[in-house]
């Protein structure tokens, strides 16, 4: 029996070995996509290369972490809801088609996974007589069933790329059955989905026609933990090497049977919320009461929820986080230097949820108090949005008093916090800018040797031009993008004023002044504004010092939950339970300015992501940084000697070159950002200068 880690790294094998390029897991928080809250599919990262926008892969294979919020409810009342999972997929882009994807995935699920080829049973769109003949030639024993466009049609809207699919089931036994709807393609237990083929072969025209796609794309999906389920034997995925360590953990602290069938339930969303948060928050997520935050928050209390009433009344989630930790280190090892700060972020959220439920039972005690036999949803909301008290709690101490709770009503009051906190949520202007990044090539960036360069116009729309080449630096790593001008080649005449600049896919996007417009062809200079540029880099480069100081003198279980670095002054945002006191504010700025009269060199180099585990680099979990990823080390002996260092960190941004160049640093100001993370504003450079002459112009007029 193959091992959860085991059957990833099976399936990944498999398709390297048929020509198909490894890519990593993108994080569960999209990167460059506004219009998710999470990634929820294996070909979410790609679907750049499935709208012809990139064409610089045909085969690619990954593991892919996934969340799907529309599942919360469902969790532990069925075998096939979960929230967090892994999707296994291969994609062609272009490449190859149906009969070879029908090919290797039979012989995948029946030579690598080991399973009973009797025991599968594909099924293919109704009009799709050529996957028929496929699946009969591969020599599946279960002819392929035809079922209807609701389930066997992918869509990816009402227009665009679309095309049947295929889904492979498998029969879990008689054992497993649960009613009428235990049939291929039905909803019962017995027959799992385990991998979805989609041929994406067609695209779809506003009169809803359908014309054949030139390049006919492949996209498949697998859930990691359908798979173990499957090809481990084991009578739910929750008894799977993926959940049962979580399981057992918090049978032990519960005291409570994990097997009964009174408390499967609670189990199954406990060690399915556990999974999840532990991997929002290694990504640097925290509980909030917005967007995805919320989601968090809400999961973590739910568990927490559950935990109450199999008897707890203190926090217990934190301790399960060693074992999610452990379940996916093996395919995720940067999570094992997360561990500490996710207990901590866990802990706090599950403790402050446990004492808004008591103060919670206490407001709802005085509105039963006042009589009646319902209780309205506004009011059921309110002890949910300002307590945390979850319905499910409500309606069990209503309905032991004999009151209804309008659950419909609480789910209209929802709706409407939800939807005024969803307004909140900044768009990203996408539309523009993605048509604009389609027709570019990446730039080149020019920026870290030189401030100044000729360049060329390659795309453009109102406000927004991509060059060839640039010196401006794009918003990234929390330092801002650089400003400045674009001038007439030979220098003479102002064209438009770069206020921003944004990166996407390797595009480099300028943002102009009043929605300057520039046309295609256009050659200009680029001249990036080289006192703003001064200001910034000493304040970058003081995070990085900044960092690895708080972690010598409060703990190595600091990790950077945000940061902003500016020519004004950096803002760094690390997670640490308590107020840091007035001596170690002290000895971390000590520790600075020490490293700054050093003279150390800053040196960057890139090197394969592989090293990173083995210098030891400092990164942000959730981060892409590509494959060949840039270091940034400050030391004596520079990269002479790495491990001789202060700091190493990747990190893309632009820095000085000696610590020298920094000449001071001051902390002014340290506060709460969230629960368990602090706030460090601080200066560098002219900054601490032109402080220090405020302060003593404020003192004289206070004075006079």
């Not at 075998?79 to 029908?102: C, I, P, Q, W």
């Not at 969303?269 to 928050?297: C, F, K, Q």
């Not at 390797?506 to 062809?521: D, K, N, R, S, Y």
């Amino acid at each position: 029996m193959k091992t959860s880690s085991e059957l990833r790294a099976s399936y990944l094998d498999f398709f390297v070995r048929h020509g198909h390029t490894l890519k990593a897991s993108s994080p569960i928080v999209p990167v460059g996509d506004a219009t998710l809250m999470f990634n929820s599919a294996g070909m979410v990262p790609f679907k750049p290369y499935y709208l012809g926008l990139k064409t610089d892969l045909s085969r690619a294979t990954s593991a892919q972490k996934c969340f799907r919020t529309t599942d919360i409810e469902r969790v532990g009342t069925t075998l096939r809801h979960l929230t967090f999972f892994e999707m296994l997929g291969n994609f062609s882009f272009g490449d190859y088609f149906k009969k070879e994807a029908v090919a290797w995935a039979w012989e995948y699920l029946t030579k690598e996974a080991g399973l009973d080829p009797q025991r599968l049973y594909p099924t293919v769109f109704e009009e799709d007589d050529e996957a028929v003949e496929l699946w009969r030639k591969v020599g599946a024993p279960n002819p392929a069933k035809k079922l209807g466009e609701d389930t066997n049609f992918w869509n990816m809207g009402p227009t665009g790329p679309c095309g049947p699919c295929s889904e492979i089931y498998y029969d879990l036994g008689p054992e497993f059955a649960s009613g009428k709807d235990d049939v291929v393609g039905g909803d019962g237990d017995r027959y799992i989905e385990i991998w979805n083929l989609v041929f994406t072969g067609f695209d779809r025209r506003p009169d809803g026609s359908l014309k054949p796609l030139a390049r006919p794309c492949i996209d498949t999906g697998m859930g990691l933990e359908r798979l173990a389920f499957c090809a481990q034997g084991k009578p739910s995925p929750f008894q799977t090497d993926l959940f049962w360590p979580i399981v057992e953990k918090a049978a032990r602290i519960l005291g409570a049977d994990p097997l009964a069938p009174k408390n499967q339930l609670a189990y199954r969303v406990i060690a399915d919320h556990a999974r999840a948060a532990t991997m929002l928050l290694a990504e640097g997520l925290l509980p909030s009461n917005v967007e995805r935050g919320y989601v968090l928050r809400r999961l973590i209390r739910r568990a927490a929820r559950y935990g109450q009433l199999l008897g707890r009344d203190q926090a217990f989630l934190h301790e399960l986080v060693p074992a999610a930790v452990e379940i996916f280190a093996p395919g995720y090892p940067e999570l094992r230097a997360a561990a500490v700060h996710v207990a901590g972020a866990m802990r706090t959220e599950e403790s402050k949820f446990l004492e808004t439920l008591r103060s919670g039972e206490g407001e709802l005690a005085k509105l039963l108090e006042k009589g009646g036999r319902a209780l309205s949803g506004d009011a059921a909301f309110r002890l949910y949005e300002t307590f945390g008290f979850p319905l499910e709690l409500t309606q069990e101490i209503c309905a032991a008093r004999g009151v209804a709770v309008d659950a419909a009503g609480f789910k209209i009051a929802q709706d409407k916090a939800v939807e005024t906190a969803r307004a909140s949520w900044k768009g990203s202007g996408e539309q523009n800018l993605t048509a604009l990044v389609a027709r570019a090539p990446k730039t080149v960036f020019l920026g870290y040797d030189v401030l100044e360069s000729g360049a060329k116009v390659l795309a453009a729309a109102p406000g927004l031009v991509a060059l060839d080449k640039t010196p401006f630096y794009a918003e990234g790593g929390g330092q801002v993008g650089d400003t400045g001008e674009l001038v007439s080649k030979d220098g003479r005449n102002a064209l438009a004023r770069v206020v921003d600049v944004i990166k996407q896919d390797g595009v480099f996007v300028h943002v102009l002044e009043g929605g300057a417009i520039l046309p295609v062809g256009t050659e200009v200079l680029a001249r990036v504004d080289a006192a703003r540029r001064a200001r910034v880099i000493p304040h970058h480069t003081a995070t990085h010092l900044m960092n690895e100081a708080l972690k010598r003198v409060l703990g190595a279980h600091i990790r950077q939950a945000g940061s902003y670095v500016g020519p004004d002054k950096l803002r760094f945002d690390f997670t640490h339970p308590q107020a840091l006191t007035p001596d170690e504010i002290a000895r971390v700025e000590a520790i600075v300015n020490e490293e700054i009269r050093a003279s150390h060199p800053v040196r960057p180099q890139c090197f394969p992501v592989a090293r990173v585990s083995e210098l030891g680099a400092t990164t942000l979990l959730g981060e892409d940084y590509g494959e060949n990823p840039r270091f940034l080390l400050i030391g004596a002996k520079g990269w002479d000697d790495p491990k001789d260092r202060f700091s190493l960190e990747l990190c893309g941004g632009t820095h000085v070159t000696n610590t020298a160049d920094i000449v001071a640093f001051k902390i002014v100001r340290e506060a709460s950002a969230s629960a368990g993370v602090r706030r460090i504003e601080a200066l560098a450079g002219r900054a601490v200068e032109e402080h220090a002459s405020a302060l003593k112009d404020a003192e004289r007029r206070a004075r006079a």
